[in-house]
């Protein structure tokens, strides 16, 4: 199954990150992206599915938090986006987890919906 990873960030966040930092997010996510490429497991972009499927994920000091349904507050935004095809939710929440902005902001996992079958006419 695929499962969409939305990255929300905001602009104080942001701000807050020196530029060595900034850079170490970005090579972290080109690290992140190259295995989950050589793993076969990244994927383009799909229709999503219902908001209340979604599952919210948090590090803080290396501990991972997870609740249920979409988390959004007026100041933060969506800065990116990964689809990965996983086995289960519980694999799409651990690749979650890794990535570098989930540390700083959230990461929302979110399954993606298959094109629906229309007969032919």
Not at 9 to 15: F, G, K, P, T, V
Not at 85 to 113: G, H, K, M, Q, S
Request: proline content about 6%; aromatic content about 6%.
């Amino acid at each position: 199954m695929k499962y969409m990873m939305l990255i929300y960030s905001n602009a104080e966040s942001w701000a807050a990150l020196s530029h060595d930092e900034r850079i170490a997010l970005g090579r972290g996510h080109a690290a992140l992206k190259k295995e989950l490429e050589d793993a076969g497991k990244y994927a383009g972009g799909h229709g999503l599915s219902d908001p209340r499927e979604t599952t919210t994920v948090r590090v803080r000091a290396g501990a991972i938090a997870t609740t249920d349904g979409p988390y959004i507050e007026s100041k933060e935004h969506l800065a990116g986006f990964y689809v990965v095809e996983c086995a289960d939710v519980d694999e799409a929440t651990a690749i979650a987890a890794r990535i570098p902005d989930a540390a700083v902001n959230f990461v929302e996992v979110r399954p993606v919906l298959d094109p629906p079958e229309i007969p032919a006419q």
